[in-house]
């Protein structure tokens, strides 16, 4: 089983949706949270971290929920340029990376 | 301009051919890190070098070698490569051994015939 745990898609949905996908992660001792968006054949990118209280930048709000351990992200009003790969990301001693969800937005 | 610069960014060679792929920063970090990326398995780290001197090996280290002489370079070098070593590389750099936010290089595209 995968330390972090990730649906692969694909998402396809319509431009002006909104779309959510989670990520599972098996240690409970993970310490940190992430989202990373990489575009096709691009570099991973930052998107945000994610905090125990929840968090949102604009269009995205990130969740954790430690007791089932999980984190999740939300698009709202989701845009053409919305479409790539989120990668979530895990922390504690070291940093594992999920395989992606890919998600596109249609219009 | 801060960045992370790897060359090549394409490579195409042959079995048994030595290459080095090249990973240089300008920001600073003290931590570096090589990750290869294939289909389905997500980022995979190679090694890591938390400074100059340091380094450590990551998940899948077996049939390549890292040096950090300074610390901006962070070279990867493939002694003996092998077909299952094509893969998509990507090298990265933090400022904090304790954040999880990487900078990332274009990655280096590389095919072993």
């Known amino acids: 089983r995968k330390e972090v745990e990730q649906d692969p898609g694909p998402f396809n949905v319509p431009e002006g949706a909104t779309v959510a996908f989670n990520c599972t992660y098996s240690n409970s001792a993970s310490q940190s949270f992430f989202w990373y968006r990489q575009d096709c054949r691009k570099e991973p990118k930052l998107l945000m971290s994610v905090y125990s209280s929840g968090n949102e930048d604009g269009r995205f709000t990130a969740q954790l929920n430690r007791a089932s351990q999980y984190i999740s992200l939300l698009i709202r009003d989701s845009k053409l340029s919305d479409s790539a790969t989120y990668l979530c990301v895990v922390k504690r001693s070291k940093i594992i990376f999920g395989s992606g969800t890919r998600l596109s937005i249609r219009p | 301009e801060a960045q992370v610069t790897q060359n090549p960014r394409y490579l195409i060679t042959v079995t048994g051919k030595k290459l080095t792929v090249t990973c240089s920063q300008n920001?600073?970090?003290?931590?570096m890190s090589w990750y290869r990326q294939d289909p389905g398995l997500g980022l995979r780290q190679i090694y890591y070098s938390m400074n100059v001197e340091v380094t450590d090996k990551g998940d899948v280290p077996e049939g390549y070698k890292v040096s950090r002489k300074e610390k901006r370079n962070f070279p990867l070098i493939l002694e003996s490569p092998s077909p299952n070593q094509t893969s998509l590389y990507f090298c990265a750099s933090s400022p904090l051994t304790n954040t999880g936010e990487l900078f990332f290089g274009e990655g280096s595209r590389l095919t072993v015939l």
């Open positions: 920001m600073n970090h003290e931590y």
